[in-house]
Antibody, heavy 117, light 107 residues
Framework: QVQLKESGPGLVQPSETLSLTCTVS????????VNWVRQPPGKGLEWMGT???????DYNSALKSRLSISRDTSKSQVFLKMNSLQTEDTAIYLC???????????WGQGVMVTVSS | DIQMTQSPPSLSASLGDKVTITCQAS??????IAWYQQKPGKAPRLLIR???TLESGTPSRFSGSGSGRDYSFSISNVESEDIASYYC?????????FGAGTKLELK
């Protein structure tokens, strides 16, 4: 069955770089895109960026200067790197699958990231 | 970017009520709207895609409608398991954008 699972550090220092991994199973990264979405505590959902099935990427313009998404298809993993973290980046970070012209259908459980010294 | 204005921010309902949530897009989104349910501590669950197509496993008491800029999502006969937050998502143009969410509570 389709599964996505996020992993990464729960605590990051301000100004440091966040590195997260989304490990997928039940589908191929060459057939579907994977998105990163974040949700600050008690708030709504914010799309961060997508790596498409062809390896191209799109980013939220508000985060583009700090954000990089890449993948390793052989390991079925998608990576998020975001630099210059601030306290307002504290959020649950989720990855979600997407096909072209379709909404996000399967999601990971999310990983809570706290930015604090 | 397309803005999605979702209302109301919160909703109080009794079991068996019908409730309706609306999303208005800042431009025509050609029915490319999806609706998600999110329970505390859980990932969003896709309920409806392309305005009104129910996902497998979505109860028939959920429905969606709309066109152009204006869309709605309804739950008829609210059940206790429906207590959650609900989000709309437009996916016609990048970036995909979510509504701010509606928290459904029991009266």
């Amino acid at each position: 069955q389709v599964q996505l699972k996020e992993s990464g550090p729960g605590l990051v220092q301000p100004s440091e770089t966040l590195s997260l991994t989304c490990t997928v199973s039940g589908f191929s990264l060459t057939s579907y895109g994977v998105n990163w979405v974040r949700q600050p505590p008690g708030k709504g959902l914010e799309w961060m960026g997508t790596i498409w099935n062809d390896g191209s990427t799109d980013y939220n313009s508000a985060l583009k200067s700090r954000l990089s998404i890449s993948r390793d298809t052989s390991k079925s993993q998608v990576f998020l790197k975001m630099n210059s973290l601030q306290t307002e980046d504290t959020a649950i970070y989720l990855c979600a699958r997407e096909a072209n012209w379709e909404p996000f259908d399967y999601w990971g459980q999310g990983v809570m990231v706290t930015v604090s010294s | 970017d397309i803005q999605m204005t979702q209302s109301p921010p919160s909703l109080s309902a009794s079991l068996g009520d019908k409730v309706t949530i609306t999303c208005q897009a800042s431009q025509n989104i050609n029915k490319y709207i999806a609706w998600y349910q999110q329970k505390p501590g859980k990932a969003p669950r896709l309920l409806i895609r392309y305005t009104s197509t129910l996902e497998s496993g979505t109860p028939s008491r959920f429905s969606g409608s709309g066109s152009g800029r204006d869309y709605s999502f309804s739950i008829s006969n609210v059940e206790s398991e429906d207590i959650a937050s609900y989000y709309c998502l437009q996916y016609v143009n990048l970036p995909d954008t979510f509504g701010a969410g509606t928290k459904l509570e029991l009266k």
